[in-house]
């Protein structure tokens, strides 16, 4: 078979990127190794009727679906790093929060008004608005009460952006590569992908890759090969196509995730207990370098005596996600048979600003209300959430990086990659929205060649 486009993985990223390739005209193969999960395929698992009435009840009711590493691994062996094979990949169970990052994280792959567009290009794709849940009481009053005291400290509260919609005032409709693909003529077909295969050398050290080599034996030949297949699966992909380069897992970072629920001051929210969720940021800062969402989502832990009967109405989280220092030792190191370890130690900067964060948290909730009994700040697994770094971008082939900053895998013509694994910097947002104008702009760069 042949085409012009393979996109491996079906995930957000992989999904914008084919959307961008099929707009230009494209014929596009679009491959996910895993089984629907969610009817459309690749739509979001969360618009279930059972994960709306009771969101709490979301981490439980998924749980079956993610694939861990090593649950029992010490806590620098990232005992909460998993993955997800289904069709739509992460898209079909994230959490769609998807803020930019503040101006001081930004990296300078690219000028300044080139970020802003494209990042408003991915926006545009995943349909981000910050303004979705303006009208609850909650937030409003919560803004109120937080506002000054934030600003005191340099700090912002304001709308979370999200890839979604309200439907009603207690149902929230949530995108998922289903949606970005619609549209489209690209469908998600089922296959898992082997190697990625070498073709003819074009220039000196430059290889050409022919396409990809399918389980089943099947070889799809394609001018443009991208590879989207989440911080961990592609890594490996390239590592059992041959493609081993030094830098391939090194300078791993990630978000450890600090959560919390608390029971809001009954003068914070409407008494007929009819209201819109809250959702809420509190961006990062050079001095407060995590990135705080005040609202109601889903909760992992469950209350506890007395606070097992709380109106819906009165409760919001906070999560807290602490980015961790790059570190040329951070590393996910692949073994021959494709077995993974992580070595990913706290370090000493990292322990305080967890602490600080946890402090945070108290802050926060003594001004709102109290912390729900037994849902008081916990941390979750590390290496749960947002690992970023593992075939990270460069400017120049020196073995510390994996591609160019288009996504160009050093060595090669027409491989791109498209995930948060790309991501160099210790990010403290949501890297979703990143990383989604990355493959925008990788696709860009593959179509002008």
Aim: glycine share 8%.
């Amino acid at each position: 078979m042949r085409t012009d486009v393979v996109v491996v993985g079906s995930g957000p990223i992989g999904a914008v990127v084919a959307r961008r390739f099929a707009e230009a005209g494209k014929q596009v193969v679009l491959l996910e190794a895993g089984q629907p999960i969610s009817s459309p395929p690749g739509s979001h698992v969360r618009n279930e009727l059972r994960f709306q009435r009771d969101p709490d009840s979301y981490f439980a009711g998924i749980a079956g679906y993610f694939r861990y590493f090593d649950e029992g691994a010490p806590p620098e062996g990232l005992p909460g790093a998993s993955t997800t094979a289904a069709a739509g990949g992460q898209g079909v169970l994230w959490t769609n929060n998807c803020p930019r990052p503040a101006a001081f994280e930004l990296w300078p792959v690219m000028p300044v008004d080139e970020w802003d567009r494209y990042l408003g290009e991915a926006e545009r794709y995943l349909d981000v608005h910050d303004d979705t849940f303006d009208d609850s009481v909650r937030q409003r009053c919560i803004v109120e009460r937080l506002h000054g005291r934030l600003a005191d400290d340099g700090r912002d509260i304001v709308g979370q952006p999200m890839a979604g919609r309200l439907v009603n005032a207690s149902t929230i409709y949530y995108v998922a590569p289903h949606d970005i693909l619609d549209g489209t003529s690209v469908p998600i077909r089922t296959a898992r992908v082997i190697c990625v295969r070498s073709g003819a050398l074009t220039a000196p050290k430059r290889t050409q890759i022919a396409g990809v080599e399918l389980a089943d034996g099947e070889h799809i030949d394609a001018d443009v090969v991208v590879v989207a297949a989440g911080a961990f699966d592609t890594p490996l992909l390239l590592y059992r196509s041959g493609l081993r380069s030094q830098g391939l897992g090194r300078y791993l970072t990630y978000h450890p995730v600090l959560v919390s629920q608390l029971v809001l001051d009954e003068n914070l929210c409407r008494s007929d207990g009819y209201d819109i969720p809250a959702r809420l940021q509190i961006p990062p800062t050079p001095t407060e370098p995590w990135n705080t969402m005040i609202l109601r989502d889903t909760c992992p832990t469950p209350a506890q005596p007395p606070d097992l009967e709380v109106p819906t109405n009165r409760l919001v989280e906070i999560q807290s996600f602490c980015p961790v220092d790059i570190h040329p030792d951070n590393t996910m190191t692949i073994a021959d048979d494709c077995s993974v370890r992580f070595h990913v130690p706290l370090r000493a900067a990292d322990r305080r600003r967890m602490d600080a964060a946890l402090a945070d948290q108290h802050r926060l909730a003594a001004h709102l209300g109290r912390f729900r009994a037994g849902v008081e700040p916990q941390w979750m697994d590390l290496g749960f959430a947002h690992v970023m770094g593992t075939c990270r971008m460069g400017d120049v082939d020196d073995g510390n990086s994996v591609t160019d900053g288009f996504g160009l895998v050093w060595g090669t013509d027409n491989l791109y990659l498209a995930t948060v694994g790309l991501i160099p910097t210790a990010l403290a947002v949501n890297p979703t929205l990143t990383a989604a104008a990355l493959a925008i702009r990788s696709a860009d760069h593959a179509l002008s060649q």
